[in-house]
């Protein structure tokens, strides 16, 4: 039994087994689906886990309940790894009382086909579950529209908020265990998942201001106690598109051509005096991983060749993700190649104008075939062009 508080019981899952969180995004070291059991006169389950994990997820909650009724479930989110389980908790236990807002019922509805048993809930309500209560703070569209969290004295569930990518290995809360995984992990759930909503997750942030946290229960990754004041850190910078001053050199390459001028310009970015600085091949590195340190960095420099008189596909992925996060305040340079039919720099600077809206820096410069000591003298203009814009 992992117990949290005098009355708050750990009752979550570890899922080692999925390569791809949503189809999407790789999970070198698994996810956790976290939820949690209130043990006072009414017991309270708050949220559940995804369906696969049923009977691991019932053994934990009777461990804990024995043969005690479950008097309600609060669904903070209704994403199916948190929700997937409702609809067969309710045969274990049918007079549980679930509840959530009026968008989580009609998620639910569709969802599960459940439509009674239902309490509803709006921002501020309470329910009294004997010696604690619960509160409830409407946090839409971080990062569905139904998302909510609730209170229960100064522990706050979060929902994915706060939440990282990696199983808990034994310890659920972060005092028990070595966080160091988690931090990076944090900020690649945060950039891929929650990333595009930073302005209602900026007044989220603002409606708990002011409430005692001490223990911080998300849905995936450790309870944070010894952390709460970093990991809230975290969210409001985030959140705000608040960045390092660093580069994020990321480029294509098919031949080694694209890949020698990325050389140059991180050389020339180094020497004017730039420290962070970071490289991917986009064919190579998950896109993930990009995007989390294209949060974190503030500058941007891209490449690719032109492939099929268009841009190198990988490029052309990424640079739509990218667009899709509205990632605010960023610098950004370019170049690129060709063998025979020039593309590539103007379509990076068509995604730039059209969907990225970046501070573009330096001149993009154009490889036909291979460097020549003119290309080379360009790239190095480039790479000392954003580390002055840079270091500015
Ligand atoms: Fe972990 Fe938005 O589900």
């Not at 569905?144 to 209170?151: A, G, I, S, Y």
């Not at 098919?254 to 004017?272: D, L, Q, S």
């Amino acid at each position: 039994m992992k117990k949290i508080t005098e009355h708050i019981y750990y009752v979550g899952v570890n899922d080692r087994n999925k390569s791809l969180f949503e189809g999407l995004w790789p999970l070198p070291a698994g996810v956790s689906y976290n939820a949690y059991l209130i043990d006072d006169e009414k017991t309270c389950l708050i949220d559940t886990v995804e369906v696969d994990f049923f009977m691991p997820f019932i053994e934990n909650i009777r461990e804990v309940l024995g043969e005690r009724p479950l008097n309600y479930i609060v669904v903070n989110h209704m994403e199916p790894d948190h929700s997937g389980s409702l609809a067969l908790l309710r045969k274990y236990y049918p007079e549980v009382q679930i509840v959530g807002n009026k968008k989580t019922f009609d998620m639910m509805r569709g969802f599960y086909q459940i439509e009674s048993g239902l309490q509803e809930v709006k921002n501020g309500d309470t329910l009294a579950l004997g010696s604690q209560q619960l509160q409830f703070v409407l946090t839409p569209m971080v990062h569905w529209p139904e998302t909510m969290m609730t209170l229960c004295k100064s522990v706050l569930f979060s929902g994915d908020a706060f939440g990282c990518f990696g199983a808990l290995n034994g310890a659920i809360v972060d005092e028990q265990m070595n966080c160091d995984y988690f931090w990076d992990e944090m900020e690649r759930y945060y950039s891929n998942i929650v990333g595009k909503y930073g302005t209602p997750v900026q007044m989220a942030l603002k409606k708990l201001a002011g409430v005692k946290v001490d223990y911080i229960c998300s849905t995936h990754g450790p309870v944070w106690h010894e952390h709460v004041e970093k990991v809230i850190g975290i969210y409001d910078r985030l959140s705000r598109y608040e960045a390092e001053p660093g580069l994020v050199i990321c480029y294509g390459t098919m031949y080694g051509n694209t890949e020698r001028a990325a050389e140059v310009i991180a050389t020339a970015a180094a020497e004017a005096g730039v420290k962070n600085i970071v490289m991917h091949n986009v064919s190579k590195t998950h896109h993930s991983y990009i995007i989390r340190d294209v949060f974190r960095y503030q500058a941007l420099i891209v490449g690719a060749p032109t492939y099929n008189t268009g841009l190198y596909h990988e490029m052309n992925v990424l640079l739509d993700e990218l667009s899709q996060k509205d990632i605010k305040g960023r610098l950004l340079g370019w170049f690129g190649s060709y063998g025979w039919a020039s593309k590539a720099v103007a379509e990076i600077k068509r995604w730039n104008d059209e969907r990225l809206h970046y501070e573009p820096v330096g001149t993009p410069v154009e490889i036909k075939q291979a460097l020549t000591p003119e290309t080379i003298a360009q790239c190095r203009a480039l790479g000392q062009a954003m580390a002055a814009r840079l270091l500015s």
